[in-house]
């Protein structure tokens, strides 16, 4: 173990300032998102290519029980078939190999475990262009923000959860001295000792958008207090977290524990082993991103795992008014297009009351504001480089159908183009579509996933909260962003945040867009919504991941 | 709001302290546990028997939505029924008023908050002689205990599920400033709020035998961290929870709040309330201390809420070697008379190798040392004032009929014996019954509830740990007893303890018993086994029952 006990002294000044930045929830990262060889490394950027691309049509393999087939169904939007075969399991001799490698890991404490994940994240921060090149190719995000979203601001959460979790368990005293008066006579002394212990197995069921941001707090909560990890991959997004599984499996087994305290759990196109693995009775731990359908079935069934999930959502915007217009527009045409629409945290719909709104160009009409969005929109993805940057590629066949057919859902008002995506043959990206309707109408109420969003016309700011918060209670919400130049607006903003569990974004009109969350600072969810039961990295979210046992003895003082 | 922001600090020394113990996990309670006049004034045990004399026979009101009805079924296995007419309500109407009152109390904020929490523990420490007498009239536990346990220990529990809560709370910050490099250009900064947001209303479904103990940790943690509560008392245990419920209001209006925050659901024999209660949309969390049967109907109902419960198990004691003999067998003789059973600590089996032991004493035989402890335990209840102190009644028919049917779970090695109790016509009080069985039976390893234990005879030490182990993971313990003057052994039993999640006691022969749980000190249960999922009090137990919503907007520095 001593090599284990140096990653922890190695990474301790790193982990007090990220223990102080999730109390402080300041600005803080040590992980830089800039994608720039003066920061990574002058080859970093053609190594991490490289890397990627020698990974293409061959087996990925890494440490697990027996082997019982090979799958792989990775499509890059950008380019096709990934051609990547992985190893597949059985989920009981996945989830068997978890539960023996439990007890080593278990008894080495959270000192130890904590110094772990941190070496596991500092050469996960090493290979970000390697894993940004596979986000990109696996989820379809542009390259700069595959980099961020699947690097830097992965291993952001990644730590942000390691903090969490070690605070959670060092505030836990390793033992105690129990000495109670006892009047005239001695007193009654006993030394305790007080242990961290697992609840079992944990399993992370990664989505296909965001396959390391959205597992990293799932799978370093989890380790640091003690269980083993499984990630069910998604059969379209494997690779980053193969790489993922890779570096803690090297990592575990220079620190000397079993590599398979993390595996794989891959499947192709037809087969599924999240099932199987999350009904499985030493499955004690569940998080889960995606959809509904999966969401509500496990918590039907996985009845025996404490779940930690993130399902879908109706995010929305109040525009009561606007203090300037041009930059509130510009923010708000970022925001819809990013990742064409495919943010758990993006906007689905904008309510602007129907007789207009007051601006810094003066009272515009619904229709001048709702004009002025999408003009704005089509300026912005004018230049098909930026556009293809920002909006991404769709990997997902459902959701472009699901553009395809969503016109019918209310008045166009900014129609979806197709364009070819610069530098690659045969891809595409798809502009956001924009539907205008009536806040009565159901279709903005239900998430719409993709690059579709609604402007609502509501009588006025009233109703839209009212819409709003009754939308938040019903359906979920992770976002929920308001304009307005009025402090009492944003106040009964804020009170319906608190009152559906969402979190609020006021006036937003710089460089910081409501879709974004940024680790240390920003809680991602609040669990009081039916978009989610957790918040990363809230208490909550570490707390139920282990239990104390103590034991207790006589002893002298 | 100002007299409860002078609650905060006029408690604030001793929050201070709570938190302190929490985290040192020493010795430390401000309630002290003695009945002595010295301490809680001279007529403070007269006063105490007088007030809870007056409340027999009449009405007991308290704050709440419309009356629909009267029960009260509680009858004193020491003298008869109380005749205390409760309020009965309409479960809908109760929730409706809970939901009412929630707004004003979550944004009150956490200091104010648990500033109420501490004055509502002074004044129920103050009428601990009322409480004590309440509590032995329900429960049947002699005074002596019904008084600590009911009285300054549950208190105890209390003030550290308030310090716990506060400690979670008060670490989330309620503001913070995020100030963002941007290279050569302006920092983006803005300025965030996180509030404290509470799950829902809370329901607690207090137990019969320890109607405050059970009752204090998950009241104080749902209301400190926002969360209005309804307590639905055992019908047999009402006063002791009505009397906390009037504290709780009186306090509540006082500081300028709903006294519906804290609602009483009593029910009669005949009617229950608890089921339409728990399956309530806008009950979030639940806490409940009882059998199986109904905690295993809440994890399968109450499926819109957080279970925190504890439910039945089997605790066991270990007997490897014993170094001093003497002692040991009053230690155990003392944990297994002690309110007859039904504590949810109690051993039910004591596992003790066929070929006897090793003591001070030289080697004994199996037959020696399950004798010396049935003739340990004859002797110490000979006394009938010290046996009716310690064993106090039994008020369910129910534990008397198990009791009266359970000779042939083995061989009868002493005989439960029925003595009329002092100082009460009519009242009885039962003597265990001692069992022999082998390690293979099935009699020990299902929960007897009541003055039933076993002496289980095994073919050596590890064959007891294996038993133990499987018991445990099986069937759930809340505690486990091993006695070795060996290191190793006692090494393998904290082993078992850790995998099973169990609280280990090691060689108890002073005055400490395995049956008692000292708060800010001992973690009562872990949460990770069958009889209980949570843990009084660790961070698990408050984390879930708040979430953090925050806002941010842009600012200047």
């Given at each position: 173990m001593a090599m284990a006990e140096s990653f922890f002294d190695k990474h301790k000044s790193l982990l007090e300032q990220a223990c102080q930045a999730v109390q402080d929830r300041g600005h803080w990262t040590p992980y830089p998102e800039i994608p720039s060889g003066k920061i990574y490394g002058e080859n970093a950027k053609a190594e991490g290519l490289t890397a990627y691309q020698s990974s293409l049509n061959k087996a990925f393999s890494l440490q697990g029980?027996?082997?019982?087939g090979h799958v792989g169904a990775e499509v890059s939007?950008?380019?096709?078939?990934?051609?990547i075969q992985y190893d597949a399991y059985r989920s009981n001799d996945l989830v068997a190999a978890a539960k023996h490698a439990l007890p080593e890991w278990r008894d080495a404490g959270p000192e130890i475990r904590t110094g772990v994940c941190l070496e596991i994240l500092e050469r996960l921060n090493q290979r970000s262009f390697e894993i940004g090149n596979a986000t990109m190719h696996t989820t379809g995000q542009g390259f700069a923000m595959a980099f961020q979203a699947g690097g830097p601001h992965a291993q952001d959460r990644g730590l942000e959860a390691v903090a969490t979790a070690w605070l959670a368990t060092s505030r836990v005293p390793a033992d105690s001295l129990w000495n109670k008066p006892q009047g005239k006579h001695d007193p009654l002394v006993m030394s305790k000792r007080y242990h961290i212990v697992p609840k079992g197995v944990a399993l992370v069921v990664a989505c296909s958008t965001f396959p390391t941001w959205n597992t990293y707090p799932g799978l370093f909560a989890s380790l640091v207090t003690g269980n083993p990890v499984i990630i069910k991959a998604h059969s379209q997004a494997v690779l980053p977290v193969a790489i993922t599984v890779e570096v803690c499996q090297q990592v575990l087994s220079e620190a000397?524990?079993?590599?398979?305290?993390v595996m794989l759990a891959a499947e192709g196109?037809?087969?599924?082993i999240a099932q199987s693995l999350a009904v499985?009775?030493?499955?004690r731990i569940i998080d889960y991103t995606g959809g509904n359908s999966f969401g509500d079935w496990l918590s039907a069934n996985a009845t025996q795992a404490a779940i930690y999930k993130e399902q879908a959502g109706v995010n929305t915007i109040l525009i009561?008014?606007?203090?300037?217009l041009k930059r509130a527009a510009q923010n708000l045409a970022f925001s819809l297009s990013l990742y064409s629409g495919q943010?758990?945290?993006?906007?689905?719909a904008l309510l602007i009351p129907r007789g207009g709104i007051n601006t810094d160009e003066g009272h515009l009409s619904f229709e001048e504001v709702s004009s002025r969005i999408c003009v704005t929109i089509s300026k912005f993805l004018s230049d098909p480089e930026r556009a293809a940057g920002v909006l991404g590629a769709i990997p997902n066949p459902v959701t472009i159908q699901r553009l395809s057919e969503a016109?019918?859902?209310?008045?166009?008002?900014l129609e979806s183009a197709t364009c070819p995506l610069p530098g690659f043959d045969d891809a595409v990206y798809h502009t956001p579509l924009i539907l205008s309707v009536e806040g009565a109408d159901d279709a903005w109420q239900q998430e719409q996933f993709g690059p579709i969003s609604f402007i609502v016309a509501v009588d006025d700011t009233d109703q839209g909260l009212a819409l709003i918060s009754n939308a938040v209670a019903g359906k979920g919400a992770i976002t929920f962003g308001v304009y307005s130049t009025d402090e009492s607006v944003l106040d009964r903003a804020e009170q319906v945040a608190i009152e559906q569990g969402v979190a609020l974004s006021c006036n937003?009109?710089?460089?910081?867009?409501?879709n974004q969350s940024a680790a240390f600072s920003d809680f991602h969810?609040?669990?009081?919504?039916?978009?989610?039961?957790?918040?990363?990295?809230?208490?909550a979210f570490v707390a139920g991941r282990f239990a104390v046992v103590q034991s207790r003895r006589h002893t002298s003082v």
């Open positions: 029980p027996a082997v019982v939007p950008y380019n096709g078939e990934l051609g000397g524990f079993d590599p398979k305290l196109s037809e087969v599924s499985h009775e030493d499955v009561d008014s606007i203090s300037n943010m758990c945290t993006t906007p689905q016109s019918n859902l209310g008045k166009v008002v937003l009109d710089a460089g910081v867009f409501v969810a609040t669990g009081n919504n039916p978009a989610a039961n957790a918040a990363l990295t809230d208490p």
